[in-house]
């Protein structure tokens, strides 16, 4: 009889997870497999990287030659931008530990506003206004004057309706 060999791998060793809506969560699964002629013995999972959750394998766990289990990876961005993270898979495998990267990105609603400029001159720019449905407190939503005819609110919610109005500012900063 030869010596016992034991090999744990993944169907994967990258999961992107592409763009994903902030707060919502997106899951994909890795599928682990057991060869060799032992048994594998899964110590520990170990996930890093904001907005990264794993579910469906606790360890220990022990995966016969042959057997395989499914861990699944969530991700929920928190805010706009690109993530990065890593799950590591500790066990006695003869290979070493499994080594998964993962990425996606994180992405909010907006909504493009664009508006036709007055045919009056001295206009230096513009300020854009914004109420929810149901409400009828506007909020000014940008921060500085906007010199163009078009406007990207980035602060909006999912099945919100909002209501925008546009005034002109004059160059003693008048608004229309």
Known sequence: ?????????????????????????????????????????????????????????????????????????????????????????????????VTIGLNGTGYGHKVLLNWNAPSSGGVTGYNVYRVASGSTSYQRVNSATVSSTTFTDGNVKSGTSYTYYVTSLDGSGLES
Do not use: C, R
């Open 1 to 97: 009889l030869g010596p016992s060999s034991t090999m744990l791998t993944a169907n994967a060793s990258s999961i992107p997870f592409g763009s994903v809506l902030i707060n919502s969560p997106a899951e994909q699964s890795v599928t682990l497999t057991a060869s060799g002629t032992s048994p594998v013995t899964i110590s520990s999972v170990a996930i890093t990287g904001n907005g990264f959750t794993n579910s469906g394998l606790t360890a220990p766990m022990t995966l016969n030659p042959g057997q395989t289990a499914v861990l699944n990876v969530q991700f929920t961005p928190t805010g706009s931008g690109s993530y990065s993270g890593q799950i590591t898979i500790a066990s006695n495998s003869s290979s070493g530990n």
